[in-house]
């Protein structure tokens, strides 16, 4: 795989103490805010292809060259050795399942201009599958993704403390995490963390819509109901389930992205709220 | 013998039979089945052990030869759903071949469509289940995602109860005559009627004093 570059540093807080703003300081981060008083749909992703932006489909791997994917720009595996070593390898087998390239597909859909990459974490069976699927999250936030897809979730209680402090690392070095919710009355992780953007499914068929939901802890709703997804052997099926909401929304960030690099995911969610079809986006 | 298995033996003499449980995961498969009018439902129970899925109970097409077939735990969209702990519902199947021989093969039946959904309970992912072309009347909405999530919530206690007979029954099996003693007077205990249990029950609780009484003799 042609390794991701490594995101440049936007601030290095090596001229500040480290939480604290002397009055002195106050100028040295100045932050230029150009958004319109009143942010719309169109100032937000108007025009956007998502060109430039690093998606991470962390999933079952992607069929690459589907005609729904287009061109992946790297994929990796993640594989518990026999001696219980996870290890990163160059991806050879593309999906194992059809499920990564459906998620895939659905970005491409929205973002046409986005830079794909998989991270396979899924498909060696259930046992030691909660750890790879942490090690590959690492991996991926390591290689500063501007956009990581998790349509999948861990009922483990043992992962969630390492799962919270990783989501909290991706947030603050500007990955944003988009994660599945489950439509089912249980604990798990990582999408219940606040500095993630979790995502839910609403029935309606407009790939854009999507709602910001004043209930937490799932935050937006995106459309995840009879969507045609891409499946493996360059097919097309009819799919439900919030694994297909959550590329929806990870495709309405990319754009967002794309057009506002500078939005820390903070910004970025402040301006899915204004934006969201129950707010202010539906004009 | 540690308190934790003389408590997992004596349950197995009270808690009904693995046959009964089986009779309730049954039922569920059957109702989920006329519910969506759906030609079959199945649900996998994982074997942690091996790392597969079981079936452990069929309604529908296939159903007098399937329950104990077995198949990897990462193979096709059962597999998905249990690592994923996410439902999936999957319609036009048919355009997958490769899907549509990995199903043939375990289960002699291909589906065009496919609602599957994860049996978690507490922390664990017990297994999956699966509901084989719904009736396609009504195109698939949250109403239904939300039903089968009802019947996978039923599925899971059962599946737990049958686990928990399971590793009791092994217990006792395992743990020699003391424990499978107390687990017989137990289960006797629970088939007597009002008039024989209470002359018994008074004995029992005699002996419960005796061995409570902090005196040696």
Redesign the interface.
Known sequence: MAQPEQKPERYTGETLPAWSLPAAASEEIGVVVEWPERVTRDWALGGSTGAGIRVCILD?GVQPDHPLVGSLEGAVALRKTEEGEIVVEDDTEGD????GTACAGIVRSLAPDCRLFSVRV??????G?GAVLLEGLRWAIGQGFDVINM???????QFSGLLHELADSAYFRRSVLVA?A???????YPWRFSSVISVG???EQDPRTFFYNPSPPVEFFARG??VDVA???G?????????FATPHMSGICTLILAKHPELTPFQLKSILYLTASNVGGAE | MSDNELRAAVSAGVMSAESEHRALLQSIVEVARAIFSAKAASIFLHDEETDELVFEAVAGEGSDSLVGTRFPSSTGVAGWVLVTRQPLVIDDLEQDPRHARETAESTGYVPRAMMSVPLLHDERALGVLNVLDRSQEVEFSLGQMELLGLFANQAAIALDLLQRARHAQAVLTQSGSDAGAIARIAAALEDLDEEQREPVLRLLSALDDVLRADVSF
């Open positions: 079952s194992l399942c059809g499920h899924l498909g060696a069976g259930f046992k599958s349509s999948l979730s861990t009922t483990k209680k599945s489950h439509n089912m009355p249980v604990e798990s499914s609403h029935e109901v009879n499946w493996l052997g097919a097309k099926i009819r799919s439900s389930g919030n694994s």
